[in-house]
């Protein structure tokens, strides 16, 4: 039986980038339980143009592209997670952002510049980011592949017994399985899920006309079409400064037909959605998707528990602050456990649930409200979005505080 300060439970971007900073920067002794296979550590094809829809997917192959904000660049980088080496394989960097509702006269248009800082954000490969978190130096126990069998909670110690037959004891017990999670429900938090009937079809795409660094997010009756900038592969054929990837969500009867589509129908069907602000559509990569749903427990810590990432709340795409809130659960979760000597003690977990309470529940609403505004066709909501943008292009005051909040460095946050 192993003996530990806290075992996590999840091998993806969330759980890797927890045992680095708990172990390297609070200094506690970390398993880390990971249920992905290390043979699957070597790159993988994207995903299979088909009708296929995926709930999970395998960090190590995960084909979706991220956008992680300015304030999350700078976290990571604090905690050694160095994103120089995948700048340098595709710089990804987000300078401009537009974003416009199609059939409206709604535009916002924001750059970097107005700001005073260098970028807002910066796109990186998921898996390309995970691999580069797993293959710097650990100073925690990684166990793969191995998942949780049974769970046993005492009143100082959890222990975790996984399908290889071993035991692990540790002090506290951090859930970042992901949005699926059953162990949430085990150590008694209640899940509540909205499906929004919509999907995400994500993909790369090559255009005619250079991004410039410049991200876009066009609202549709049927839900937002997001280009980030990020030069990929194509069929032999590397973007070089005309690539992006794209997360188009459709409702849910949209999708399937929108998938079988010939590669050239599908193409015509995008450029009509985005229109033609970065020339036309020259290719694209083979497609994925997923369903789209808000999924989140109504607390976040239990006895010697505690939930982070996708596991405590799985948010639209719509404004790409997932994975944002996720990384900002891991900082304060390392910020409050540092010089702790019981890292599940009530009052320690109690701790860490105030501090992340008002941003949670702050970027949940925020999310959730875009999601319901901007993805519909009724035309008090259509009015009432086009004056907002519209309205924000011209307010500075309105255009600070929406970048603060876009980059991380909100009120809430």
Known sequence: MSQQDVVIVGGGIVGCVLAKGLSEQAG?????????????????????RSSKQSNTFNPLTDTRVIALARRTVNEL?????????????NQGKIEHIEVSDKGGI???????????????????????????????????????????THLTRETDTTAV???NGSTITAKLLVIADGGRSSLAQQVGLTRHTDDYQQVAIIFNA???????????????????????????????????????????????????????????????????????RQGHIMAISELASYPLA???TDALTSHRAVVVGNAAQALHPIAGQG?????????????TLKGVTDPGEFNV????????SKDRATTITLTDTLVRTFSNSHFPLVAARNMALTALNVMPSAKRAFVQQATGYGRSV
């Not at 005309?242 to 998938?259: Q, Y």
């Not at 944002?324 to 390392?334: A, E, K, P, Q």
């Open 28 to 48: 506690l002794s970390v398993t880390l339980v990971d249920a992905a296979s290390p043979s699957n550590a070597a790159s993988s094809s994207n995903a299979s």
């Open 161 to 163: 017994t996984l399908n």
């Open 323 to 335: 994975f944002n809130l996720g990384l900002r659960d891991i900082i304060t979760l390392v910020n």
């Open 77 to 89: 980088n604090t905690m050694g997670v160095g994103l120089a080496e995948l700048a340098k394989q």
């Open 294 to 296: 808000l999924s989140y």
């Open 206 to 276: 090559h255009t005619s006309e250079p991004h410039h660094n410049k991200a876009y997010e066009r609202f549709t009756e049927n839900g937002p079409v997001a280009f980030l900038p990020f030069d990929s592969e194509i069929s032999g054929h590397v973007a070089k400064g005309k690539g992006f990837s794209v997360v188009w969500t459709v409702a849910r009867e949209h999708a399937e037909s929108l998938i079988q589509l010939s590669q050239e129908a599908f193409i015509h069907r995008l450029q009509q959605e985005f229109g033609y």
């Open 349 to 356: 977990l109690n701790e860490y649930a105030v501090k992340r």
């Open 106 to 148: 709604g535009l916002t248009n924001l750059s970097c510049s107005e700001f005073g800082i260098n970028t807002f954000g910066q796109v990186v490969s998921l898996s390309a980011l995970t691999h580069n978190v797993m293959s710097q130096s650990k100073q925690y126990q990684h166990i793969a592949p191995a998942t949780v």
